[in-house]
Structure formats: structure tokens, C-alpha cells
């Protein structure tokens, strides 16, 4: 039966409307400051490639000193999106993380004005050597994807955060020095990688430094003299600001990290390290060409557009426009340079803003699935007196360009009004390196020419060709979906194309703790009107699915149908995947849809597979209701609720006035003794649930920024000691430990299947009433036993860990289940020897 839910259809409006602020993605027109920027940029053809591991190692700094001090073409290779790491404002983990990271560093950059690039590595979470990093990352995958940005960007100067030693601290950051370097001496060797050639040109920088790290090079005794170095802390008038306050803007970005910054204002030295290539003595640039005089005939072009800059006038910039077409007109006759290339879409730009010309492109929806038809409103208008005729507007897909022949007069808007029809073929606007499955350490990108790019090219885009003193002008913009909101003004998110409908299943993992069958929940959203079809649910033969199939209708664009399936589980252990798939006529469509939502950066759509994974498990379960509370975020109230238990979040207040002896266990997220200040206060009213008989389980918290240091009742000391190697070997210190025995008996085999990593900020100090339980080490370093503490205290247990259940929980893994089950049940267990 279909049945449409009030409550869903309030979501999808909610949804739709509560949208993110403006992010100035539309071509607008600049201020007379940044113009003359622009302007002087025109004759820099320079270009620095700044390279590290992670989205936050870049020196945000450095980098805006080169971009908008310098006027360098700058940009930065982060090998990783940051996929592993924490998330602080919100519950996006993995390949969505990696997602919002990338938002994060685009973000960053429309502040420091570096351009962004990433290879296909993933960052896997933290491994302490370069050899794990490289074997992880496919160590030849990643060079070559380093060596093609290069030959795509073709820097003068290679920058690298890391030196290549231990003392980068994470393999990661290791590693990119490494491949930085390697990638150095090979880019400009045509046998190396040479399926790029079809696309690409070898290119061999000037030189490679090391952006050095100065409490390393106290260490090691270097003459700071010798060294060529920068004061990133300059200021610059045009933009009223030092690179060190752009910077401080820039960092805030990295909201996920919670890296918000403030400016260090006055002097701040960078110094540089040669690495490879002829050293620098004074300036990093030594020796580098990187005026116009660099291409074959260029010097002419150099000139006008000195003179523009020399006649440039804040109050009319327009009068320099017949210099900039003049220049314009030169450079088309300089065919195809790279440079060339480069300066001549600059050169558009400041042409555009000079004469004050704002152009804006808005589809009629925010989305359209493949086959249907799109209205766009395309807008001009120049604020100048200068004389431009609008030829022609064309969008993506448009099948007949429209001739106007109109001319634009100063400060009279002109708009066009057209249809377009997305092909019946078009991709959806999955991000291009989430289109194929992945393993841990990697992405799979099969089409060379995406390798890099920071995010999926604009669906559509608009160009308004424009004459001026017999030159054609394209101006482009991306097309964007608009409209005015009573709070936020302007708010805009890409057009993308979407499967007309999506099934979202609820979870993405269902535990199955007996033989009793499990209700699983899907969504079904249309992105069309007047969608029908059949859906279907897919398990291997040992599992059964009641229905296996139903009908459904949707009526609306962004209506949502709840449907509900019943799941019956086999009567041993076992672990399968379910697929969904809708049948729309000959259409089969097997994604999901889900959105990234953040006020800071633009909204962000993704498809994943429809897919659940179904997990029988064989678990004893003793105790029934527990108590959470949260700390920035985790899923595991999640996924004891899918074991069946009742699980309460509790705030503060609930702490403060609640009756906790009724929870048999009490829970803290992770990290929540790092970023709720309250529970300073509010922990000896825990510790007196424990005395009075209650089970207390302490997840993992960092060692810097405690609120308290009397998280348990008696002392410890959490440490950095971590296990990065998800399969490293555990042993038992403490066989005859209720937590190895009660209600399930703890097995080797229940460590196996982990992943990412074993735990984190292990204590390495503890008193003496804390009993230990497991140990584990990485290769080649002592073990560590402190990843799991436990002590009797009045009538109740405090358990403290470092082990990753906040992982391996949501991801399924059956022995993680068994032991968290255990810890939780720790007080039930009349057998308790202190
Ligand atoms: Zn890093």
C-alpha cells in the first residue's frame, strides 16, 4: 500500500529551503583594489606548487604571500581529502568527510587565492611510517598522479611542508616529501608515465625546497643565514591586510579540525631548505623568468599591459579598456602557449571587471534528472560607458545558439530566457572520484584528464559572447540555482544531475543479534514528477526478504515515500550484502541521495550505492538499558540500538538531575571530556553512579585540553600512544578478565576484520587498582597494554578505553560488538573478582 507521510514531506521543504549563504561562486565584479591586483598579475608568469599529505598541513600564509602578494599562479596539492580524520562539525565520516575536507580547502583557498589539487590517495588514518603510507597508497599510482599535476600545472617551484624524515610525524607527511621529490627528477622525462603525454607536456621545475619547520632546524644546529627566507607577515595595502590575517581567515576554514585561527600580526620568517634543482641564494625565484619575455614574442604584450597598469584609474577603470583588448588581440596571435592560455582568460576577466560587466546564469530548479528540461535565466549588464554588443548566449546542452546582436548600454540589465534538455545519457553529479568502488588506501579514477581536480567540473555553464572594437569577448559562469530567502538574502547551490528517483536505506548495516527477522526502512525521494515503478530488494539465498518487491507512485518533484521490509536472518553467523534497486520502466537505479549541509561552505549531493550490509551476529546479551552521552559525535548509540537495546541520550541536565540508577550502563562518547566543559562538574556524579553498583564506559579522549584530569576514580594518564596497524597482534594480559569471559567468551578471531586502526591515546600511566586487559603494538615498537583499563569502585565498574569501537561498531565488525557488549555488561557479572 502507498501512503504519503506529512512528516517526510516537511523534511523534504525543510530540506529545499534551508539552504547556505552565498559563496560568490557567480562571476561578480571586484572592488578597484583587487582590480589593480588583477591588473598587475597580468604581467607575472610565475607559477609555485606548494605540496603536503593532508587538507591543514598547507602554510596558508605562504600561500597567499605567493598568490596575492607575489601575484605567482600558486597552488596546492593536498595527496588526501583528509577522509580519516575527526569531524567536529558533524557526523560525516570517510569518503562524506573527504567530501566536506574538499569543500573546506576550496573554501580556504577563494581566501588565500592558492588553486587546489588532490591526488587519488586516501587518507586511511594515521600510520607511522612512509613504507606503510606508499604500500596503503599504491606508491607508482600516486607518483604518477603527482608527476601529472605537475606537468598540468607546470610549476617553477616545487614547496614541500615535509622533509622526508621521522620528524614529519605522521607516514603520510613522510611520504609526500618522498613522492614530491621522486616526481621532481622524473616530470620532465617523457619515458616516465608517458600515457600523460596524450594530454600533457614533461615539464621540469626550477627547483624543490623544503617550507622548513624552524624547531627542526634548531635541532639540527643550520645556519638560519644561509637559508633564503620570506616574512609571510608583510603587509599589503591594497588588501588593508597581512598575509598572516588572510591567513588566520583561511585556517578558520578548516572547521572540521576546529582549526579556527587569529592573526599573529608583525614579522613571520619562513625559511627554505634546498632539495633538489639549482639552490636558491636570495629568492626562491632566482633564476626564473617570469615576465612575458618568457614566450617568443611576448614582450610585446608585457608592454601594453604595463602601460594599462601605469594608466590604470581606480575611479574609471574602464579607460584602460582599449589597452587590455589591444594586449588581447596579441596574445591571440601568440596561439596556444600555456602561458598564453592562461593570461588570456585573466585578461577576460579584467577586461569584464574593468568595465564594471556582471553576468549571472540561473536554472529554474536546483537539480533535473537525465531527459528533462531546464529553463535558464541568463542576466548582463556592463557599468561602463565603453560600448560592448551581446552576440550570443549559449548554455551546456542548449541546441541552438541564440543570435541577439544587442547592445549593452550602460547599467541596462539584459535578459535571456532559454530551455535546455540534460541528455538522456548524463552521468549523474556523483563526485568523480566517489563514481567507482574503492579500496582502503586509494580511489579508482579512470578518466586521466579528472586526476586532480578538486571537485566535478561545473553540469552546466553559460557563455555570453560579447564584441567589443571588432573582438569577440567569452565570458563564462557556472550556472546556479537562486533565490531570495527573508533571512539570508541570495542564496545559490550548483545545478546537478540526479537519478529521478533515489532509495535511501536507513542504516547501513544491519545486526541481526538472533534469529528473530528485522524491519528494514528505505526512502524512496523522487527528483521528477509523475514517477512509478517497482522496487526491489536483493539478498543471497541463506537470508529472505518479505516482500521481495513493491510498487510505488510518486506524484511530485521531492515528494518521499517511506517503505518498510521485513529481513529474516539465517541461524548462524553470517555477513552478506542487500542491494536495492528501483525498476523504472527499462531504467534501473540502484543509488542513494544524500546531502552535505554546512553553512560555511556550498551544499554538496552525493549517490552512493543503495546497499545495506546484513550481519548475523552470535551474541549474548545480559543487560538492557543504557545511557549515552554524546561527545562531538559518534555513531555507537546507533548501533546498540540495532542490538536492541534501549538506549537514552543524556545531556547535562539529565546528568544533573536525573536518576541514573536506572541506566545498567553508562556510556561517554568519545571524546567528550576534550569539548564538553560541564563535565568537570558534572563527573563525581558518575562516579557516584558507580559507586552505588553502576557500569561506567570511558571512551577515548585526546591528552591536551582535558576539563578534567578525574575522569575515573582513581588516577591515569592518557598518553599519544596509539596503534595504527588495524591487524597487529592482541594478546591477553589478563585472560581470567570478566571482560574476555562475561556474557561472551573473547576469542583471537574477534580481532580480526578490524579496521583503520586498532586504538588511540592509550594511557601509559595508571594506578594501581586499574587492571589491565589486552596488548597490541605496532610493528617494531614495544607493547602497549593500557588500551583497556578497568577497576572495581564501591558496588560498580569504571572501565576506561582507547580502542576504536567508535570505528568498528559502525562498520559491522562482529568481535567489536562482542567485547563493547561485554564491557557495558562488566557489572552484571556476579563473578567480579577486584
Ligand atoms: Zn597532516
Known amino acids: 500500500m502507498i501512503t504519503k507521510n506529512k512528516a517526510y514531506l516537511l523534511k523534504v521543504f525543510v530540506f529545499l529551503f534551508v539552504s547556505n549563504l552565498s559563496f560568490a561562486q557567480s562571476d561578480q565584479v571586484t572592488n578597484s583594489s583587487n582590480l589593480k591586483l588583477s591588473l598587475d598579475k597580468l604581467n607575472v608568469l610565475g607559477s609555485v606548487l606548494y605540496i603536503a599529505a593532508h587538507p591543514d598541513d598547507e602554510n596558508n600564509a605562504l600561500l597567499a604571500y605567493f598568490a596575492k602578494g607575489k601575484l605567482l599562479r600558486t597552488g596546492y596539492l593536498s595527496l588526501t581529502r583528509g577522509d580519516g580524520g575527526q569531524n567536529l562539525v558533524g557526523t560525516e565520516q570517510g569518503d562524506m568527510l573527504g567530501v566536506l575536507r574538499t569543500q573546506e580547502l576550496l573554501a580556504a583557498r577563494r581566501i588565500d587565492g592558492a588553486q587546489q589539487f588532490f591526488s587519488r590517495a586516501i587518507d586511511f588514518g594515521f600510520s607511522k611510517t612512509a613504507e606503510e603510507t606508499l604500500r596503503f597508497w599504491g606508491k607508482e599510482k600516486i607518483l604518477s598522479d603527482v608527476v601529472w599535476i605537475i606537468r598540468k600545472f607546470r610549476p617553477d617551484i616545487i614547496i614541500t611542508r615535509f622533509h622526508g624524515t621521522k620528524e614529519d610525524g605522521h607516514g603520510n607527511h613522510i611520504a609526500s616529501e618522498i613522492l614530491a621529490a621522486e616526481a621532481f627528477k622524473i616530470s620532465g622525462d617523457s619515458t616516465k608515465f608517458p600515457e600523460q603525454l596524450k594530454y600533457v607536456k614533461p615539464w621540469k621545475a626550477k627547483r624543490i625546497v623544503w617550507n622548513a619547520w624552524p624547531p627542526v632546524l634548531e635541532k639540527h644546529n643550520v645556519d638560519l643565514s644561509k637559508l633564503v627566507k620570506i616574512d609571510v607577515g608583510a603587509y599589503n595595502p591594497l588588501l588593508g591586510e597581512s598575509y598572516t590575517q588572510i591567513a588566520a581567515k583561511a585556517r578558520s576554514m578548516h572547521k572540521t579540525q576546529g582549526f579556527g585561527s587569529s592573526a599573529k600580526l608583525g614579522e613571520s620568517i619562513n625559511y627554505f631548505e634546498p632539495i633538489d634543482g639549482q639552490p636558491a641564494k636570495q629568492n626562491l625565484l632566482e633564476g626564473v623568468n617570469i615576465t612575458w619575455s618568457r614566450i617568443d614574442g611576448g614582450e610585446k604584450v608585457g ?61 529554474s530548479d536546483f537539480s533535473a534528472a537525465p531527459g528533462e528540461s531546464v529553463n535558464i535565466n541568463a542576466k548582463i549588464i556592463n557599468r561602463s560607458g565603453f560600448p560592448f554588443t551581446l552576440e550570443q548566449i ?23 530566457n532559454s530551455s535546455i534538455q540534460i541528455p ?38 553559460t557563455e555570453f559572447s560579447v564584441e567589443a572594437e571588432n573582438t569577440i569577448l567569452n565570458f563564462s559562469t557556472p550556472v546556479f540555482y537562486r533565490r531570495t530567502d527573508p533571512v539570508q538574502g541570495v542564496v545559490e547551490r550548483s545545478f546537478i544531475i540526479v537519478p529521478p528517483v533515489a532509495i535511501n536505506i536507513e542504516n547501513k548495516d544491519y545486526l541481526f543479534p538472533n534469529d528473530k527477522e528485522k524491519e528494514l526502512n528505505l526512502n524512496l525521494i523522487a527528483n521528477s514528477d509523475n514517477i512509478s ?19 510505488f507512485k510518486l506524484i511530485h ?49 552525493l549517490f552512493p550505492p543503495s546497499q545495506a550490509r546484513l550481519i548475523r551476529l552470535d551474541i549474548k546479551k545480559v543487560i538492557n538499558n543504557i545511557g549515552y552521552i554524546m561527545g562531538p559525535g559518534d555513531e555507537i548509540p546507533t548501533n546498540l540500538k540495532e542490538l536492541g537495546y534501549n538506549v537514552t541520550l543524556l545531556n547535562n541536565k539529565d546528568i544533573e538531575n536525573g536518576n541514573l540508577s536506572k541506566y545498567d550502563a553508562i556510556i561517554t562518547g568519545i571524546r567528550l571530556y576534550n569539548t564538553n566543559q560541564q563535565m568537570e562538574f558534572e563527573q563525581p556524579k558518575l562516579l557516584d553512579y558507580v559507586k552505588n553498583g553502576g557500569t561506567l564506559v570511558v571512551q577515548y579522549n585526546k591528552d591536551f585540553g582535558l576539563v578534567t584530569d578525574k575522569i575515573g576514580p582513581y588516577p591515569f594518564h592518557i598518553s599519544r600512544k596509539r596503534v595504527t596497524d588495524e591487524d597487529s597482534k592482541v594478546t591477553f594480559t589478563n585472560p581470567n578478565s570478566p571482560l574476555l569471559n562475561f556474557p561472551n567468551k573473547i576469542t583471537k578471531e574477534d580481532f580480526d576484520g578490524w579496521i583503520q586502526e586498532r586504538g588511540v591515546y592509550f594511557p601509559d600511566k595508571w594506578d594501581q587498582k586499574y587492571q589491565t586487559v589486552l596488548a597490541c603494538h605496532d610493528p617494531g615498537e ?44 562488566a557489572g552484571k557479572n556476579s563473578n567480579w573478582i577486584n
Open 303 to 363: 608592454k601594453i599591459l604595463k602601460e594599462a597598469d601605469e594608466k590604470f584609474d581606480a575611479e574609471n577603470p574602464s579607460k584602460i579598456i582599449p589597452l587590455l583588448l589591444k594586449a588581447y588581440k596579441e596574445m591571440k596571435g601568440l596561439k596556444g602557449h600555456y602561458w598564453v592560455q592562461i593570461k588570456e582568460k585573466e585578461t577576460l576577466d579584467v577586461i569584464r571587471e574593468c568595465a564594471g560587466i556582471s553576468i549571472e546564469s540561473s536554472s
Open 533 to 551: 515503478g517497482t522496487i526491489k530488494l536483493n539478498v543471497p539465498g541463506n537470508w529472505k526478504v518479505e516482500p521481495p518487491q513493491k510498487e
Open 782 to 825: 614495544e607493547p602497549l597494554d593500557g588500551g583497556l583499563l578497568y577497576t572495581k569502585y564501591g558496588k560498580g565498574v569504571f572501565i576506561y578505553t582507547g580502542y576504536d569501537f567508535f570505528r568498528e561498531l559502525p562498520a559491522g565488525v562482529p568481535g567489536a560488538f562482542r567485547l563493547f557488549v561485554n564491557l557495558i555488561s
Open 424 to 461: 538522456k545519457n548524463a552521468e549523474y553529479s556523483q563526485p568523480y572520484w566517489l563514481r567507482e568502488p574503492h579500496g582502503l588506501g586509494d580511489y579508482v579514477v579512470k578518466d586521466q584528464r579528472l586526476i586532480g581536480k578538486p571537485e566535478n567540473d561545473p553540469v552546466l555553464e
Open 557 to 605: 518533484k521531492s515528494d518521499e515515500l517511506p517503505l518498510s521490509f521485513k529481513v529474516y536472518p539465517p541461524k548462524t553467523s553470517s555477513d552478506v550484502k542487500l542491494t536495492a534497486e528501483a525498476v523504472i520502466g527499462n531504467k534501473i537505479i540502484k543509488q542513494g541521495m544524500v546531502t552535505i549541509n554546512h553553512s560555511y561552505v556550498p551544499i554538496q549531493t
Open 394 to 416: 549559449k548554455t551546456t546542452y542548449q541546441k541552438n545558439t541564440q543570435n541577439l546582436n544587442t547592445q549593452l548600454s550602460d547599467n541596462k540589465l539584459v535578459t535571456v
